[in-house]
């Protein structure tokens, strides 16, 4: 079953890829999602079985065996690839769904489709693998379908250039991943799971002594297995392409920019949880990065306009909340997070896009408003995707990004108190947010031409409304995954003793726990004077406050400083060494001097084909002497 | 006295009787009705055809069991039934896509088809001989039809010339063989394969007429295989000689002189493998680079692929220095595939025509992937086959001549040998380029018949897929080399 | 005595050979063609090899010498201009073949002599009790056979070639066909009109 849960959706997309003719218009959108559908069923089936306790390792065939070093292509399913399972699938089968809807007047439908499955299918990959270099196949056919996605309007310029960006900005997170893989193979000798894991605690007290410094092993290995996760998942200083990946269809967002793709760093640091355990100094850094994360994406998404990057920059910022739980070993939390965060996320997402469907592919806020007459349905989900995320109880995010603030605050060292405070901040810049979103685009008057919106058709409605009671109720329904008593996830994820930020949250004093409900209450109270009861305070605000405005509003000035700092130099370097070092020494006398080289040869070998039979007869007694002349000075040992 | 004519002997030599008996009935055949009227060729097609199928299946009924035969002079074990397989196949397979092209070309007399089966029959006789005069008989007549057939194409010049040049050439190389024989039955009193691998091994092998005996026969057959500096008549003769017969030289007569070859080597010279194993390695390295270099700068795709073969069985005969098993089988699981991709851009060559003439020109291909990319695609996959690109057979083939190499410690001729390769990749990509990058100039018109298509999809298709059944193949070849090599 | 007259033989074939190159006039080349295979015949009765002999007598100078003969007199070709660039590569040939000729007789100085070397195996199969030509005739009809019947496809071969070679349907000669002269009737070939008198012109 999970052999057909993961390779279903291969097909589809292979059906849809490669025969698009062949099975028509329809065909091309209705079977994927019908693939992607059954892998769903499989995948509850699954999750059920996996809770009970189910876990094993299906091989599939042998990839690489060279020496000692096997690879296979193995199927792994235990409670942390099942819970990965049944989000992917619920969310990719409802994007495709909606994409029936979402995407009827694009004529590249098929294509469309395609990628989306082949991107389920890397997806499933990935989270199945049992190995690391099965999981870095997944990560980067992951990494490839989001360019495709990105992409996916080829002739609109800037998409190119978003997609080429998301692709180049991974890169860098992938070539800390491959060396810490590489490095987990040069310490363990083996790249599979379980091998790596059993072994840990043998070379925990390694090092290697770089500048006179002794770094533990484990610790560089899980520093750069970070760092591949800061790029899948839009971590600060990685951060920059998430936003610009928004050029995609809205689908597309929902389903890689915000439910799953992102949330592979997180699973990867999860599922390494063993490793990681081992390497405090690492947790610590995963810790700061995740919570620098979480305050900067939401102060930089209260200024912007563009209704899918304020949604961006809120997943980015919420995968920061995802880290810093798992940098106090809270990995329960963060998954949980994950859970929750991708039924309200591709909610909201989803939403957008209906409303993007609407206006006729118009994203600018600012344009919008009033729009809860014409589209009561999405305004109703977006406002339980808020709610969600806002963190409200009895909605889902309450009980995740509590139980994450909970555990920063219980782990009872400085990086978690400040992971605290930080989180509480950007809970109420959140709210904040969220309710500026919601505010401008469904209340208050409208600053556009809205006459035309009408309400999305069904197939994006139903995704919807399923979206809504998932955000709803996944949180009540998984609050067994972070249940200390009783371990929901069957061993997959080590927590050390003397971590116990998670056992200890659960007797966190009252006001941490309250407090996060009171600093989103206190957001959306800010939102609402703002947007609606005094518009024109936000004017004098933005004024008053210019210099904090426009930080926000240019996000940092992150890729201007990556511009200037990085591309330009770089740019500059690349252009003297093509130009002096590649045409004017390697070409000359590499390629250009080689190919001259092989024509003088060639010429010289052609010349000699003279048509005469003598010659060829001359060429044949030439030959027999110089080989027998040769033989003979051997023979006698005159040579 | 008549105890040689028993059932034994004469089961062994089944497969060249029937073929023979079948031509003695082809040929009155053909002549009391009307072997020159075109519309009578397909069914002498087809009669040619069953004659090799028919041999065909007698050669499968009779097993595969190492046995001697004709006092000593035709051998039969794995090899010989392997070889004579692949030969025959190729044979019907070549059958199937020449008629086409021998329909325009006025190729359509019945003689044709008569020769290319003499030919077939001279080879099995060389496949199975353990003899020297065995395999002199056999090689002449295989030649000596192959002479005629060169020169078919009455009304056009450069195929009088092929025939005339090959002719000669040939009697020169076949003088060479003789030579050596005479001065290797004077050392050492026989020229049977089985007493000459005894009689060395009981004498002083440190003789220079032997080096010179040993040389002469090899230079014999490296003209047969077209191995460098023995080489020079193949261009020539592939370009001249009407396609359908340059296919058919491209391909079988390589299979059955590498089969005998194999059966020297490794049975007559495997003592004196010293002596042999140096010449070899320079002849093979030196036609890997000719016929890398050699093809760069053609424009005809028949020398192109003339080059190419001479390239192709530098490789095969590299591994066969090695003297040892593992070169032996890498040899034939390139002949193999060789012989697969060859037939496959033969069938591709056959059905490029204009207006009723075929196409030579390499650059008249442009444009092809608009207008035909059924032929566009699989040539394509050939052409990589051949450069040795992975997953496709011809990599595996290369890879494990390369690896024979290195396990042979000649780690340095295997690199060598990989940059001939690297260069003669540029020619099949070239080709490549101009079908998918260049335009078109005039559109073709293919008019094939559907046995070319057949024929050209199937061995794409077994190109591909060898990937799925290299390991069954490769078995097989460890099989035949364990029984020839201890 | 018998080493006399292989040396005689020996001698005048090496002669005749080298003028059947060098002779200037193509007629004189196949008679020095002849005469080495004269001498040729010589050495194999010195050898006792009287079948041979007369075969390569009978074969070669009854049959294809004549032949060459016939072919080179009846062919009007200017074997002069044939020859104006052969002195050109003579040089080089001329060291190819030194070469060579030093190097062989090189290895057969190198080798090993004795009886039991050189033919190695008994050399008593010529016996005086049997003739020649039933000895050839026993081996060659029983444990030759297979060879034997190869060399006759191999003639067969050669017969083809020439006819297909040479045998071509010209359009402007004239045959006599007497099957068609004889399945003709009257009505194909007599056309009968009935003509006004006086305007038959």
Known sequence: MLKLLVFLPLL?????????????????????????????????????????????????????????????????LDMLSSVMLFVVMLVSTLVHLYSIGYMDRDPHQARFFSYLSLFTFAMLMLVTSNNFIQLFFGWEGVGLCSYLLIGFWFKKQSANAAAIKAFLVNRVGDLGLILGICLIYFKFNSLDYNTVFESVTLIKDNSFSLLNIEIPIIELCCFLLFIGAMGKSAQIILH????????????????????????????????????????????????????????????????????????????????????????????????????????????LFLGAGSVIHALSDEQDIRKMGGLYKALPYTCVGMWIGSLALAGLPPFAGFFSKDIILEAAWASHTIIGGFAFYIGLLAALLTAFYSWKILFMVFHGKSRGDISSAHESPLTILIPLTILSIGAIFSGWLGKP????????WHGTILILDNHEALKNAHHAPIWVKISPIIVALIGIFIAWVLYIKRLNFTQFLCERFSFLYRCSLNK??????????????????????????????????????????CRKIAMRIKSIQTGYVYHYAFAMFIGLIAIFSWQFLLLFGWV | MNSLIDNSNLILALPEIFLALWLLIFIPLGVYSGGSLAVRQSYFSLFAVIGLLGTFLILLSGGYKATIAFNDLIVSDKLVVYMKSLVLVAGILIFSISERYRSLE????????????????????????????????????????????????????????????YFILGAIASGFLLFGV??????????????????????????????????????????????????????????GAPTSITAFFAVVPKIAAFAVLMRILFIAFYEISFIWQQILIVMSI??????????????????????????????????????????????????????????????????????????????????????????????TILLLSLAGLPPLAGFFAKFYIFRSLIIGDMLWVAVIGILGSVVAAYYYLKIIKIMYLDDSEELLNINSNNYIKYVLGFCAFLVISFIFFADSLIEFCINISKAIVL | MVSIFFYLFAFILIFSSVFVITAKNPVHSVFFLILSFFNATGLFVLMGAEFLAMLLLIVYVGAVAVLFLFVIMMLNIDFKSLRTGIMKNARLGLIIGVVLLAEIIFSIMGMHYGKDKILGTNLSVVSNEIENTRLLGNVLYTDYIYLFQTAGLILLVAMVGAIVLTHRKRDNVRKQDATKQVLRNKSETLNINDIEIGKGA
Not at chain 2, 182 to 194: K, Y
Not at chain 2, 208 to 227: D, E, G, N, T, Y
Request: proline share 3%.
């Open chain 2, 286 to 379: 030196l036609s890997i680079f000719v016929g890398a270099f050699g093809a760069l700068l053609q424009t005809s795709i028949k020398r192109l692929m003339a080059y190419s073969t001479i390239s192709n069985v530098g490789y095969v005969l590299l591994s066969l220095s090695l003297a040892t098993s593992i070169g032996l089988e890498s040899s034939i699981i390139y002949i193999t595939i060789y012989t697969v991709s060859t037939l496959g851009v033969f069938a591709f060559i056959l059905s490029m025509e204009k207006e009723k003439v075929l196409l030579d020109k390499i650059s008249s291909f442009s444009g092809l992937s608009k207008s035909h990319p059924f032929y566009a695609l699989t040539f």
């Open chain 2, 182 to 239: 005479s001065l290797i039955f004077g050392i050492t009193g026989t020229t049977s394969f089985t007493t000459l691998a005894t009689s060395f091994s009981n004498m002083s092998l440190n003789q220079p007429l032997l080096v010179f005996a040993i040389i002469m026969i090899l230079s014999a057959m490296a003209f047969k295989i077209s191995i460098a500096p023995f080489h020079m008549w193949t261009p020539d003769v592939y370009e």
């Open chain 1, 240 to 347: 920059t392409w998430l936003a610009d990946a928004m050029e995609g269809p809205t689908p597309v967002s929902a389903l890689i920019h915000a439910a799953t793709m992102v949330t592979a760093g997180v699973f990867l640091v999860a599922r390494c949880s063993p490793i990681f355990e081992y390497a405090p100094y690492a947790l610590g850094f995963v810790t700061i990065v995740g919570a620098l994360t979480s305050i900067f994406a939401a102060y930089v998404a209260i200024t912007q306009n563009d209704i899918k990057k304020i949604i961006a920059y809120s997943t980015c910022s919420q995968l920061g909340y995802m880290f810093f739980a798992c940098g106090v070993s809270a990995y329960s939390a963060g998954m949980f997070h994950l859970m929750t965060h991708a039924f309200f996320k591709a909610l």
């Open chain 1, 12 to 76: 589809g997309a292979l059906l849809s890829g490669i025969f698009p003719k062949f099975i028509g218009k329809k065909g091309a959108m209705y079977i994927p999602t019908i693939l992607c559908g059954i892998s769903f069923i499989f995948s509850i089936i699954l999750l059920h079985n996996a809770i009970l306790g189910e876990s094993y390792v299906i091989n599939l065939a042998t990839w690489i065996n060279s020496g000692y070093f096997q690879i296979n292509w193995a199927l792994k």
């Open chain 1, 481 to 488: 995954m972070i249940d200390t008593h009783h371990d929901f």
């Open chain 2, 106 to 165: 006025k190729l359509f007399i019945f003689e044709y088809p008569v020769l290319v089966l003499f030919s077939i029959l001279g080879m099995l006789i060389m496949i199975s001989s353990n003899d020297f005069i065995t395999l002199y008989m056999g090689l002449e007549l295989q030649s000596l039809s192959l002479y005629v057939l060169a020169a078919m194409k009455k009304d056009s010049k450069n195929s009088s010339e092929a025939g005339l040049k």
């Open chain 1, 556 to 597: 940092l000035w992150f890729d201007e400083v990556y511009e200037y700092l990085i591309c330009q130099p770089l740019k500059k370097c690349g252009d003297i060494l093509w130009k002096k070092g590649d045409i004017g020494v390697i070409d000359r006398f590499g390629p250009d001097g080689i190919v001259n080289v």
